[in-house]
């Protein structure tokens, strides 16, 4: 499909340029930022299936504890050396 084609049936947004989202972001604590907090929110909100979706680099759902990670992330690790 052409650009011109593409641009006709699909709205092109850039919402990292829209300022006042990004000044909200920005002031947003440190701690909401460094974790999945933000995004398990929003998704809890609006599209609740999605948090069963497991994460293909730790191998669990998002929002998952810190020892579902590493568990996650082991067993990712070690059924890599099998295949």
């Known amino acids: 499909m052409s650009m011109v084609e593409f641009a006709s049936v699909v709205e092109t947004r850039l919402p990292f340029l829209d300022n006042?989202?990004?000044?909200?972001?920005?002031?947003?604590?440190?701690?909401?930022?460094?974790?999945?907090?933000i995004q398990t929110h929003i998704l809890r909100h609006r599209m609740p299936a999605f948090l069963n979706v497991l994460n293909a680099n730790t191998g669990t759902r998002l929002g998952a504890s810190h020892l579902a990670r590493t568990i996650g992330r082991t067993k990712l690790k070690v059924f890599a050396k099998f295949t």
């Open 20 to 37: 006042e989202l990004v000044d909200l972001l920005l002031a947003a604590p440190p701690e909401l930022k460094l974790s999945e907090t």
